[in-house]
C-alpha cells in the first residue's frame, strides 16, 4: 500500500526539481559563453558621449556574461581612421566601430538619406528614423557587406566652426575651407553653399587647422568641445545644418562565430548602451555650448537665414533623394509626418 505525499513534500520535491533544471539551463548557457576579449575603437575622444557610451556597452557586456566576455576600447583613432576601422570591421580583425552614417554611403547610398541638409527638426525626430522601418532596413542591409548594425548612436546635430568671421548668411561661406566627411552629400553641400569643401579623416583635423591648412569644419558641439578645436578655431555658428547618427558596427564574422546566448548578449548591450549614450549626448550639447561660449564667438543664424540656407541646399537634397530612391525618401517622409501630427 503506497502512502500519499503530504502537499508540502509534494511543494518541495517539485522546487527541487524547478531549481534542479534551472542549475541546469544556467550551466549550459554559461557553457554557450566562451572566454573572449572583443576589440572596439573609433575616432571620437574616450570622454565623448560617444566614448562613454562605448565603456557603457563594454560594462554591460562584462556584466551579463559572467565577466567571460571582455570588450577592449580603442579611442582617438589610435587603431586608425574611419576608412580602416571599417575595412578591419569588414575584415574581421576588429569586432566593433562607429562612425557617421555619411561613411557607410560607400557601401549603401541608401543611408544619405540620413546626411540630407536640414532633414530633421530635432533629436526625437532623427531618433524615430533611426530605430523605425527605415533605420532598421538599411542595418539589416549591412550582413552582405560583412557588418551587423546594432543600432544607431546619435553624435548630433552639426555646427560651423572656423577661424574667419560668424556665419549667419550664405554669402559667409564664401571662398571658406571646410574640412568635410569624405562622403558625396556634404562635399555638394558645402559647393552650393560657396565654401571650398575638403575632404579628410576626423584624426587629421585638429593639426589642419593648427596650421590654417583649412579655415574651419562642421561637427556636433559635443565634439568641438572634445577635439579642443576652440583652442584653433575663433567662431562657433550654431547651424545645425545636418543631423549625424553614427551606426554601431559589428563585425559579421565575430557574430558567426558566436552561440545564439553570446548574440543575445551583444544585442540586449547594445540596446541599453544606444539608451544610455543618447541619453549622455542630449546633456552634453547644452552644457557644451555654454562652456563654449567662454572660449569662442558663438553666433545663431536667425531663422530666416535657415530659411535661405535651406533652399541653398535644396538642389543637393533633390539630387541625392534620386540616389537614395523613392522607396527609402517616401517611408522616411511618412515616419516624420506621422510623428509630427501627434506634435
Not at 576600447?73 to 570591421?89: E, T, W
Not at 522601418?133 to 542591409?141: E, I, K, P, Y
Not at 551583444?266 to 567662454?294: F, G, H, M, T, Y
Not at 535657415?306 to 527609402?328: M, Q, S, T, Y
Request: net charge positive.
Amino acid at each position: 500500500m503506497k502512502t500519499k505525499k503530504s502537499p508540502v513534500r509534494l511543494a518541495a520535491a517539485a522546487a527541487a526539481s524547478l531549481l534542479a533544471c534551472l542549475a541546469l539551463t544556467a550551466t549550459a548557457a554559461a557553457q554557450d559563453i566562451k572566454a573572449r576579449t572583443l576589440k572596439f575603437a573609433f575616432s571620437l575622444a574616450q570622454d565623448h558621449p560617444l566614448g562613454q557610451g562605448a565603456q557603457k556597452f563594454a560594462d554591460l557586456v562584462a556584466e551579463k556574461s559572467g565577466g567571460k566576455m571582455k570588450v577592449s576600447i580603442y579611442a582617438n583613432a589610435v587603431l586608425g581612421g574611419d576608412p580602416q576601422n571599417l575595412s578591419a570591421v569588414r575584415g574581421g580583425t576588429l569586432d566593433f566601430t562607429s562612425m557617421a552614417t555619411g561613411l557607410l554611403a560607400g557601401i549603401d547610398k541608401r543611408f544619405m538619406v540620413f546626411d540630407l541638409p536640414f532633414l530633421f527638426n530635432d533629436a526625437q525626430e532623427a531618433y524615430a528614423v533611426s530605430d523605425g522601418a527605415v533605420g532598421q532596413r538599411l542595418l539589416d542591409g549591412l550582413a552582405d557587406h560583412g557588418l551587423i548594425g546594432l543600432g544607431i548612436w546619435d553624435l548630433g546635430f552639426r555646427n560651423m566652426t572656423n577661424s574667419k568671421r560668424p556665419i549667419s548668411t550664405v554669402q559667409d561661406f564664401q571662398g571658406l575651407k571646410i574640412r568635410v566627411i569624405a562622403a558625396p552629400v556634404y562635399i555638394d553641400m558645402f559647393k552650393s553653399l560657396g565654401a571650398n569643401p575638403v575632404p579628410m579623416t576626423f584624426g587629421e583635423v585638429y593639426g589642419a587647422l593648427e596650421s590654417r591648412a583649412i579655415d574651419g569644419q562642421d561637427n556636433p558641439v559635443g565634439v568641438i568641445q572634445s577635439a579642443k578645436f576652440a583652442e584653433v578655431q575663433k567662431y562657433l555658428s550654431l547651424t545645425r545644418h545636418i543631423y549625424t547618427g553614427m551606426p554601431f558596427l559589428m563585425s559579421k564574422k565575430t557574430w558567426d562565430g558566436m552561440t545564439q546566448t553570446e548574440r543575445q548578449i551583444i544585442l540586449d548591450a547594445a540596446a541599453e548602451a544606444k539608451v544610455q549614450e543618447r541619453k549622455i549626448s542630449q546633456a552634453r550639447e547644452a552644457v557644451a555650448i555654454d562652456e563654449l561660449r567662454k572660449v569662442m564667438q558663438v553666433n545663431k543664424p536667425t531663422p530666416e537665414e535657415i530659411g535661405r540656407l535651406r533652399d541653398a541646399v535644396k538642389p543637393v537634397v533633390d539630387k541625392f533623394a534620386g540616389e537614395i530612391g523613392p522607396d527609402v525618401m517616401q517611408q522616411a517622409a511618412s515616419e516624420l509626418s506621422t510623428l509630427r501630427a501627434k506634435h
